[in-house]
C-alpha cells in the first residue's frame, strides 16, 4: 500500500497535515502503559520490539528508521540476515513464537494502523491482552517515526526536484518521467535505502 503523491516519484506513507499527527500522538498518549512496558523490563524482549518495528518499517519504507533500527536491532543480537529478511516481510529466520505477532504487524501497518478485529482478537488470544497491547503499541510508535521519515524525505525531494530524498526505485520513476541524473543523486541516500526497494 504506497501513496502516491501527484506530480512526484515518491510513493511513501507520509504526514499531509498536522492533524493525523496529532491523532497519532493522541492514540499514543491514550495507550500510554503499553508504550511505557516496551522500555521497561516487563515488557516484551528488545529482539522481539526490534522485529516488530522492523517489520513496519519494511511495510513503510522508512530510511531513517530503517537505518537507526538496524543498529538496535543488532544490539538485540538480531542477525543482519534476519534484519535484511524482516525489512522485506521474509520471517524465514525469525523465531517461531513471534511470527504471529510479525504477521499482524505487516498487517497492521498495511491497513495504517486499522487492523481487522478478528486479527487482534488473535492476537489477543495468542499473547494475551497486555502483550498484544505491547505490540500494537510497538507498531503505532514506529509508524509515527516512519512517517515522520518519510515526510521529511518527501519535503527533501520537493525542494531539491526529486535529486534528494528518494529511495532508489523512486529515482528510477523520477528518471523515467525526465528528471536529472547526477551524482549528487546518490549523496544522503545510497546508504540508509539499502534493503527498502522492493
Not at 12 to 17: A, M, P
Not at 51 to 72: D, F, P
Not at 73 to 81: D, E, V
Request: net charge positive; hydrophobic share 40%; with cysteine.
Amino acid at each position: 500500500m504506497k501513496s502516491n503523491h501527484p506530480g512526484t516519484a515518491f510513493r511513501r506513507r507520509i504526514y499531509r497535515s498536522p492533524l493525523p499527527f496529532v491523532r497519532d500522538l493522541y492514540c499514543v498518549m491514550s495507550s500510554l502503559r503499553p508504550v511505557l512496558a516496551l522500555s521497561s523490563k516487563s515488557g516484551i524482549p528488545a529482539a522481539f520490539r526490534e522485529r516488530i518495528m522492523m517489520v513496519v518499517t519494511g511495510v513503510n519504507r522508512c530510511r531513517h528508521c530503517a537505518y537507526g533500527h538496524e543498529y538496535l536491532a543488532s544490539l538485540a543480537g538480531i542477525s543482519k540476515h534476519e534484519i535484511s529478511g524482516l525489512l522485506a516481510q521474509d520471517l524465514t529466520n525469525s523465531p517461531a513464537g513471534e511470527i504471529p505477532a510479525l504477521l499482524f504487524s505487516i498487517h497492521w501497518a498495511e491497513t495504517d494502523g486499522r487492523p481487522s478485529a478478528e486479527a487482534q482478537a488473535d492476537l489477543a488470544a495468542r499473547y494475551g491482552v497486555a502483550v498484544a497491547r505491547q505490540i500494537e503499541a510497538a507498531a503505532l510508535m514506529i509508524q509515527i517515526g516512519n512517517r515522520i521519515g518519510n515526510t521529511f524525505d518527501f519535503l527533501l525531494s520537493r525542494i531539491s526536484m526529486g535529486r534528494f530524498g528518494l529511495l532508489a526505485s523512486e529515482r528510477e520513476t523520477h528518471m523515467l518521467a525526465g528528471g536529472k541524473d547526477d551524482a549528487s543523486w546518490m549523496r544522503g541516500t545510497r546508504l540508509a535505502d539499502r534493503g527498502h526497494d522492493r
